[in-house]
């Protein structure tokens, strides 16, 4: 019998009260981007940048409006839409899970040149600031997703398999979301934050420098970990050598 770590059960609801649930899922969001929101305000009262903190806070709200809306749409339309136009008020039960990371990117960076346009701030500045401070949501995210049992990985006999209570399969797999939450939200956050402080200080620091690093690291990092994770089996993909149509439209 293959050797797994067992699976920590955590309820999905921090507090229930009536029709008021609290759930795990979307304070991790919550704390996400009260930690990027906090990194990025330290980046400014150190003069870093172009924005100053009464610009960060208006950025703000386009940026959570521009991610849940871009991430809902794409999960709704792409992963699962049959389920949602059996049942379309679904669709707005965002707090139960289904937001797609590649969907919140298109409503984020729409909602950024909104935002830039408005202000005449460069683009390309802000979407710097975005990287540094999107790494630690990703790190929340995933550990939001290991909680929901969701997003597991593909079947292992690694020591620290898990069995997942939504896998149908009941098999040890591979705890995909924990090295996700490493690789996106750990290591992408300190090359970008070294890469951001070393520019700066040696002076060769450019508009566009983090959005480029972020992007390639984040493709590099999600193709070494992609053969760990569990193809969707909604979108009926089929991986092709090392790349998928999936990494268009993944979660």
């Known amino acids: 019998m293959r050797m ?5 059960k955590i309820p999905p609801d921090i507090v229930s009260i009536g029709p008021f649930h609290l759930r795990w899922y979307g304070v991790m969001y919550l704390v996400g981007y009260f930690v990027g929101y906090q990194l990025v305000l330290a980046r400014i009262r150190r003069g870093i940048g ?12 386009y940026l959570v409006i521009g991610m849940l809306i871009g991430a809902r749409l794409t999960y709704v339309f792409v992963y ?23 969907g919140a990117i298109v409503g984020m960076s ?17 979407t710097d600031v975005v990287a540094l401070a999107g ?15 969701e997003l597991y990985g593909r079947p292992s006999d690694v020591p620290w398999a898990m069995v997942f209570p939504a896998d149908p399969l009941h098999i040890p797999r591979h705890p995909s979301q924990l090295y996700e939450a490493f690789a996106e939200g750990i290591l992408l956050s300190l090359v970008l934050w070294t890469l951001d402080r070393i520019a700066h200080k040696q002076g060769w620091y450019w508009n566009g420098l983090l959005t480029g690093a972020f992007l390639i690291g984040y493709a590099l990092l999600r193709s070494l970990l992609e053969f760990t994770r569990q193809p969707d089996a909604q979108l009926g993909l089929v991986v092709l050598g090392r790349f998928s149509m999936g990494r268009c439209c993944r979660r």
């Not at 797994?4 to 920590?8: A, F, G, N």
């Not at 839409?81 to 707005?92: E, G, K, S, V």
């Open 80 to 102: 699962d839409f049959p389920a949602y136009r059996a049942h379309p008020l679904n669709a707005f039960a965002i707090w139960t899970g289904g937001l797609s990371f590649h």
């Open 135 to 149: 790494t630690p949501g990703l790190f929340f995210g995933r550990i939001g997703n290991f909680i929901n049992g």
């Open 110 to 126: 729409i909602a950024i040149v909104l935002f830039a346009w408005r202000h005449k701030l460069p683009v390309l500045a802000i």
């Open 4 to 8: 797994t770590i067992p699976y920590p």
């Open 50 to 61: 172009v924005l100053t903190q009464k610009e960060l806070d208006a950025l703000l709200p």
